[in-house]
C-alpha cells in the first residue's frame, strides 16, 4: 500500500485487545500519510479491534 514494509502488521495473534487497538491506529495512521486514505475519514480502530474472535 505505501510501499514500506508492515513488519508490524503480519500477525495479530497473540496480542491484547489494547496492542491490536495500538497496532491499528499506527496503520491507519501509515495509510493517511500516504494518501492511500483520506486524511479526513475517520477510522473506529476500536471497533476494529473488537471484530477480533479472540477478543
Known sequence: FTGRPMK???SLKGLTRQQIVTRVEW??????NYN????TDNIHCRDI???N???
Open 27 to 32: 496503520f491507519v495512521a501509515e495509510l493517511k
Open 49 to 51: 479491534a473488537l471484530q
Open 8 to 10: 508490524r502488521m503480519h
Open 53 to 55: 474472535k479472540d477478543h
Open 36 to 39: 492511500v486514505i483520506p486524511q
